[in-house]
DNA sequence: ACCTGAACACCGTTCAAGT
DNA sequence: ACCTGAACACCGTTCAAGT
């Protein structure tokens, strides 16, 4: 996949610590991927070859590391937000952008629960990238709720609960690729305007009297 | 809150055992609603006053002991799903279900995890309890979907994976009790048969020309 | 300015030794 | 038949000592 270095974001000055910056985000990327985002830090201490304070020192907490490889994923991704806020439907452009964020929660299993952590806390290093994110939907969901094509009782809050649940849904691997779909499409579709009080309980509906 | 503690259920013969057996499960109902399902099982045995290795030899696994806190719960949830299948409105009953189901799997934090994994996992001590309110409500998800009231591709398989991922979130202490209803009613929403294919999108609703 | 690893206080799980 | 706790292999986090 795309490097997880990336240039001119806090690395350090000297080269012995630089080089262990990008090693530490080599191996942490590789074992993020391969065991979520609880993977062990000692585990990629070792594995980077070097001291375990040394992790420390560079990335302070779990979040920081999160934030290192998350960061430019996170920071397109609100560019693309604010893009699509110019697209003739924004009730599609929103979709859109729930697939995106999707798509980008699902590179590393667990990150959801990050992300709802970081939400919250604005001591964590995730926060300013998600919060980023965050201002950048609301903006968009405003415009699709302004055109009436979604449901004007739901806020950003809301919008990242759900989809983050969604997430964590897929992380459990109860859901196979393809079988994702379906959940992705309720919950949009529950997200919709929906016209008149709730629909009176149709007793039956036409052509439907089933067999016997 | 009720005795953690059942009549007939696999409690020792012994007298000392079947003590140490309730006393675990008593401690355990109290640390798992304070520090949730991932509480730890050394310091519910050391509070329990017993040995590490004899509340192992009672609940060889956190499932096990997770099933005994919750089985009587899923038991009655399970009935309650058969008995709701006589109502004259399927949907509504189904809605109904839903409901209980969260507020059962909210009595602890991080409980939704383990039933996502027991749903799975048939070696799970807590798959045979889940495994039958499952099948109790897939009979009453295609009774509703019989009559025309949830869309008739979702299974149920999808509807508790939605149902815990709303469980997860409000673990994740974003939403107060009171802003957890919205997120419910737009998954039931998104349940609901749509009719037609997706509305085509209008592009403005009337009468909503809005502030220029 | 940066690196190192021991030290501390925790885990879950197993199992030989007891009663 | 049941209980006990030491032993093992792990954690995350901190910090004195080094270069």
């Given at each position: 996949m795309s490097s997880p270095v990336h240039p001119?974001?806090?690395?350090?000055?000297?080269l012995d610590a630089r080089r262990n910056h990008d090693q530490i985000l080599v191996i942490a990327n590789a074992a993020i991927e391969q065991?979520?985002?609880?993977?062990s830090l000692r585990d990629i201490a070792r594995k980077a070859g070097i001291g375990l304070g040394t992790l420390y020192r560079h990335f302070p907490s779990r979040e920081a590391l999160i934030e290192a490889l998350m960061r430019e994923r996170l920071d397109t991704f609100s560019k693309r937000v604010r893009a699509a806020r110019s697209l003739a439907d924004p009730g599609a452009a929103l979709e859109a952008c729930i697939l995106e964020y999707l798509a980008g929660v699902m590179v590393y299993k667990g990150i959801a629960c990050s992300f709802m952590g970081a939400f919250q806390d604005p001591t964590s290093a995730l926060h300013a990238a998600c919060a980023a994110a965050q201002e950048q939907l609301d903006a968009l969901l405003r415009m699709a709720q302004a055109a009436g094509q979604v449901r004007p009782d739901v806020s950003v809050k809301d919008l990242l609960a759900l989809v983050n649940g969604l997430a964590w849904v897929f992380d459990q691997g109860t859901h196979a690729p393809e079988q994702r779909t379906i959940l992705v499409q309720v919950v949009i579709a529950g997200l919709r305007f929906q016209r008149g009080?709730?629909?009176?309980?149709?007793d039956r509906l036409p052509g439907s009297s089933h067999a016997t």
């Open positions: 001119g974001t806090d690395r350090p000055r000297r065991f979520g985002a609880e993977a009080p709730s629909p009176p309980a149709p």
